[in-house]
């Protein structure tokens, strides 16, 4: 029987329940493992027929039951096989209304985020990512979603950001679900992936050679981009509300030719 499918074959082409869906199975699936080495191979078959069925949403419900009963489950492989590799969502869930109030997200790609947003943001991720404590997941979610301003601008609906005012937003995102929290955190990830690729300099790979790979991994230590702002503005307070206001991209593209420059006078 001849049926059209719709599926979408990059992050960005899911839809928003899509992604929710998806951010939570991985998660999950890595939750599972992380502590029965055992479970892999049947969890990573439950979770890739999970996801396969979830890239069929948004097709009629009769053509879904068609392909899941006819069409063999290695045919998907090939077409869910960007899930699995480097996250690379980077357009945010629009809106995300709690007990009606809506917060408005940051723009693709973060592109009308301050580097003082993106540094706050980041140490957020990354606390979340080594502790998995869902605090810090309400605390990133609150940092980049925001009320509407009284007077929007050109690049950004949202209020400005202030550090000191996250907190009282993370209290309201605990009433968001899981899985929302999770799609913002992986769009999150996709948008800082983008900003790593843009700025190889600022986000340098590990050097691997054949020595590095005999010996054992080490952990590399985080450097905050709070700190990377500090050493800019060279001690000087005046300088820092101007420092941090300045967008993630066009501060970003600053230091990427710094270290360039530096480099250059090393040779």
């Given at each position: ?135 810090w997941l309400n605390v990133l979610c609150a940092a980049l979603y925001r009320e509407a301003a009284e007077k929007a601008t050109d690049i950004d609906v949202r209020k400005p ?107």
């Amino acid at each position: 029987m001849a049926i059209h499918l719709t599926i979408p074959t990059t992050w960005n082409a899911l839809s928003p329940l899509q992604l929710k869906n998806i951010a939570y199975q991985l998660e999950a699936y890595q939750e599972i493992i992380k502590d029965n080495a055992e479970a892999i191979e049947a969890t990573s078959i439950k979770l890739f027929i999970q996801v396969s069925k979830e890239l069929l949403r948004g097709n009629t419900q009769r053509n879904i039951a068609v392909a899941l009963k006819e069409i063999h489950p290695k045919t998907y492989a090939p077409l869910s096989k960007f899930i699995y590799g480097k996250v690379e969502r980077t357009r945010f869930l629009p809106t995300v209304k709690i007990k009606g109030t809506t917060y408005h997200s940051p723009d693709i790609r973060l592109r009308n985020s301050t580097i003082a947003e993106f540094s706050f943001a980041d140490a957020l991720f990354y606390k979340w990512r080594q502790t998995q404590d869902i605090i810090w997941l309400n605390v990133l979610c609150a940092a980049l979603y925001r009320e509407a301003a009284e007077k929007a601008t050109d690049i950004d609906v949202r209020k400005p950001f202030v550090k000191q005012a996250v907190d009282k937003r993370a209290d309201a995102f605990e009433n968001v679900s899981i899985k929302t929290k999770l799609a913002i955190a992986y769009t999150y990830e996709g948008c800082r992936n983008h900003i790593a690729a843009t700025f190889p300099n600022v986000f340098p790979k590990p050097i691997v050679t054949e020595e590095t790979k005999k010996q054992p991994a080490v952990k590399q230590k985080y450097v905050s981009f709070g700190e990377i702002i500090l050493d800019k503005i060279e001690g000087d307070p005046s300088k820092l509300e101007i420092t941090n206001n300045v967008l993630t991209y066009d501060f970003l593209s600053i230091y990427e030719k710094d270290i360039k420059d530096m480099r250059k006078n090393k040779k």
